[in-house]
C-alpha cells in the first residue's frame, strides 16, 4: 500500500466504528478524517462526492471510493484479509452473510434505533425497536451457546459488523446481565489483536 487509506468517519456512529475496527485489526494504514455530522458536512457538496447518500464511513483507497459500511467490510476482507475474515467457500460465505444481513437488518432497527431514541433524543419508535431488540438479543443468545464466533470458529467480518452496536446497547437503556453467551462473545471480539473500542457518548456519561 503507497499511501494509507483516507477514513472518513463520525467517532460516535457505529457504522464508521466497524470500518475502524476492520483497518485496525487488519493494521491498515490510516488516515482518519471526522466528518461534522452535528454541523452538517455530510451534506455539503465536497463529501456528497464521496457518498452521494450523505452518509460516513467512507474510505478512499488509491483510486478506489467506497461507502457502506458493509460494502468497505468486504472490499477491506477481500483486498487485505484473506480467508479468514471473508471465506470463498460457498457454505463459509453464506454463513457470513447471514449476519451481515443481520448488521443491515434487526441490528439496525433494533440496538441502533433504541441507541438513536434514548441517547440522541430521536424521534423513533422505542418500543418497537426496544421489541426487536430483546428479540435479537434472545436469538444471539440461543446462537451463542456453545459458539464462540458468529459465523466461524474464528472472528469473520460478520462479527466486526454486528458487534458495535451491540456493545453499546446500554445506551439505549438494554441491560446485557440476562445474556451470558452475548457478553462473553462480545469478550471474545475485544480480546481480539488490534481491536479499539468505540467511545461511549458524553451523553451516556452525563445521564
Not at 476492520?22 to 491498515?28: P, R, V, Y
Not at 451457546?145 to 472472528?155: E, K, N, P, V, Y
Not at 457478553?183 to 479499539?196: D, H, I, K, N, Y
Request: aromatic share 8%.
Amino acid at each position: 500500500m503507497s499511501t494509507p487509506i483516507r477514513f472518513y468517519s463520525f467517532p460516535l456512529s457505529g457504522h464508521a466504528h466497524r470500518v475502524k475496527l476492520m483497518l485496525s485489526l487488519l493494521d491498515l494504514p490510516h488516515e482518519v478524517i471526522d466528518v461534522d455530522l452535528p454541523g452538517g458536512q455530510h451534506k455539503q457538496p465536497p463529501f456528497l462526492a464521496l457518498n452521494p447518500r450523505g452518509q460516513v464511513p467512507v474510505i478512499v483507497d488509491g483510486d478506489v471510493v467506497l461507502y457502506d459500511s458493509t460494502a468497505i467490510l468486504v472490499y477491506l476482507a477481500r483486498r487485505y484479509g484473506g480467508e479468514q475474515w471473508l471465506p470463498s467457500d460457498a457454505v463459509a460465505a453464506a454463513r457470513v452473510q447471514q449476519f451481515l444481513s443481520l448488521a443491515s437488518g434487526e441490528i439496525f432497527e433494533g440496538p441502533n434505533r433504541v441507541r438513536l431514541a434514548k441517547l440522541f433524543k430521536r424521534e423513533l419508535d422505542y418500543g418497537l425497536a426496544l421489541d426487536k431488540t430483546l428479540g435479537l438479543l434472545a436469538l444471539l443468545e440461543t446462537h451463542l451457546d456453545g459458539r464462540s464466533f458468529l459465523a466461524a470458529d474464528h472472528a469473520t467480518i460478520a462479527d466486526v459488523a454486528c458487534y458495535g452496536y451491540i456493545a453499546h446497547v446500554q445506551e439505549g437503556g438494554v441491560a446485557l446481565a440476562p445474556y451470558a453467551h452475548v457478553r462473553a462473545w462480545l469478550a471474545r471480539v475485544e480480546a481480539l489483536p488490534g481491536f479499539v473500542a468505540m467511545p461511549v457518548s458524553p451523553h451516556a456519561l452525563a445521564a
